[in-house]
């Protein structure tokens, strides 16, 4: 089990490292499958949490904290209600709509359709709302937060920048609600140890293999895969 958390970490932040996306939905999708959702929700929170201030420390330059406050905001109050969720909904319902969301963006991403312009405050509190309760239960506040990013017409700088930012925050909150909560078991610090190696061999194996693999045609195979392990975890 040690060797099999190790890889999937690895393979999270490989993933991240080489397309910018992805770490908390491949990590999720594959950890819940050898944890099991209540160890692996607060762990990947930890994980997410490190990798996020590496992140930022690299493109702090470019975050706009007036761009994402009202988004941030709102996820503060879905936060704790994703987290009651993870504690008193079936672990079977939990596992059938992690798998319902993880199918939806990566089909979304697969599609990449062009989404009107959103420029209306209510729609940044709506999209916070929604990744705060999905970050609180699932750890993927991405797919929310991407949405809205790709609807403000941000410079790719700003874009990885600002969502950084937000995700920053959001682990944050997020890691905080699990030790409120008592989720942070010695299982998850456990695993979590294993995980700290693997995030530092991922992010060197990404930054050095980059140059040598097609973001796209990566990116393309990663999404498929979150298609086929989302079908499985809904049925």
Do not use: C
Not at 60 to 69: E, F, G, Y
Not at 160 to 166: A, H, I, T, W
Not at 196 to 225: C, D, T
Request: glycine share 8%; net charge positive.
């Amino acid at each position: 089990m040690t060797f099999a958390v190790a890889l999937i970490i690895f393979l999270a932040v490989l993933t991240q490292a080489v397309t910018g996306f992805g770490s908390a939905l491949v990590s999720m999708a594959l950890l819940t499958q050898v944890l099991g959702i209540q160890v692996a929700a607060p762990l990947v929170a930890l994980m997410a949490g490190t990798i996020e201030f590496i992140l930022l420390v690299r493109y702090r330059q470019a975050l706009k904290l007036s761009a994402v406050w009202r988004i941030a905001v709102a996820s503060v109050v879905g936060i704790p209600l994703g987290i009651l969720a993870l504690r008193h909904v079936s672990e079977r319902i939990v596992l059938a709509v992690l798998g319902l969301v993880i199918v939806g963006y990566a089909v979304y991403a697969l599609t990449n359709p062009r989404l009107p312009e959103l420029k209306q405050p209510g729609w940044a509190f709506g999209f916070g709302f929604l990744a705060g309760l999905l970050g609180g239960a699932y750890n993927v506040s991405g797919p929310p937060a991407i949405l809205y990013g790709s609807s403000q017409r941000w410079s790719p700088a700003e874009f990885k920048s600002n969502l950084q930012g937000f995700f920053l925050l959001n682990d944050a909150l997020v890691i905080a609600g699990h030790a409120w909560s008592s989720h942070l078991t010695p299982a998850v610090w456990e695993n979590f140890r294993i995980a700290v190696a693997a995030i530092a061999l991922g992010l060197v194996a990404g930054s050095a293999l980059e140059r040598f693999i097609n973001p796209v045609v990566f990116r393309r195979m990663v999404l498929w895969l979150l298609v086929l392990v989302g079908v499985r975890l809904m049925f």
